[in-house]
């Protein structure tokens, strides 16, 4: 079974510029979720996803992050324009059921450099 | 808002077995408490979990006490691919929203 797989695994971009990030989760995993660490923070939640529906985005710092899942199947999280303060590493993590009980399985991660 | 207390940092030999623990005395009692780790530039990766009874796995032991209050993390044969910063996460959340902490670094010497 394949894991979660996230896209790019490096992204440096300019300030002001977009960026897209992408995650394959696990096959039939319902539940998707973004995180991010930023330099020196803790990793912090940004949004769930229950299919294509956004179940919780309270964690979105700002609209210049959107955030997408077509079909229920991969997601994306736009970032335009870019800010400096937006750099680290974004998590994406899958699973099957939702729930206080359930293991999430996450990805490598995307470094997002912006200068 | 983590809600869990860990130490910073836990030394351990390589084969020696490892405890770590964790506080969350505001626990209510539909929480779960879930532990992950993550190695060095990769994502995190979950350990074990459990509500009331303790648990074991193939990675670990996790025993929690009677008033659920704390809980320890228990790596039987620390090896070097153990040395990992490790999670100690309630989830409060119905639909398993993960909120970490700081974790422990844990550090394993040959």
């Known amino acids: 079974e394949a894991g979660v797989t996230q896209f790019p695994s490096h992204s440096v971009i300019e300030k002001g510029q977009t960026v897209t990030l992408r995650c394959d989760p696990i096959?039939?995993?319902?539940?998707l979720y973004w995180y991010r660490r930023v330099m020196g923070k803790e990793i912090k939640f940004l949004l769930h996803?229950?299919?294509?529906?956004?179940?919780?985005e309270s964690g979105m710092p700002n609209n210049r992050f959107l955030a997408e899942r077509t079909g229920g199947t991969y997601s994306t999280l736009k970032v335009q324009p870019a800010e400096l303060e937006d750099s680290g590493v974004y998590f994406c993590?899958?699973?099957?059921?939702?729930?206080?009980?359930?293991?999430?399985?996450f990805g490598q991660g995307t470094r997002l450099t912006v200068v | 808002d983590a809600k869990t207390t860990q130490p910073n940092s836990m030394e351990s030999n390589e084969e020696e077995p490892v405890h770590l623990p964790c506080n969350h005395s505001?626990?209510?009692?539909?929480?779960?408490i879930h532990w992950y780790r993550q190695l060095p530039s990769q994502g995190p990766e979950y350990v074990i979990h459990?509500?009331?009874s303790n648990v074991n796995n193939r990675m670990a032991s996790l025993a929690i006490a009677e008033d659920r209050k704390s809980s320890t993390l228990i790596l039987h044969r620390a090896t070097l691919r153990d040395a990992a910063v490790y999670y100690c996460?309630?989830?409060?959340?119905?639909?398993?929203?993960?909120?970490f902490g700081a974790g422990t670094q844990v550090v394993v010497t040959p």
């Open positions: 993590a899958s699973s099957r059921t939702g729930g206080r009980g359930t293991e999430a399985f």
């Open positions: 459990g509500l009331t």
């Open positions: 505001t626990i209510s009692g539909t929480d779960y």
């Open positions: 996460i309630l989830i409060t959340d119905s639909w398993g929203k993960l909120q």
């Open positions: 096959s039939g995993h319902d539940n």
């Open positions: 996803f229950v299919k294509e529906s956004k179940q919780d």
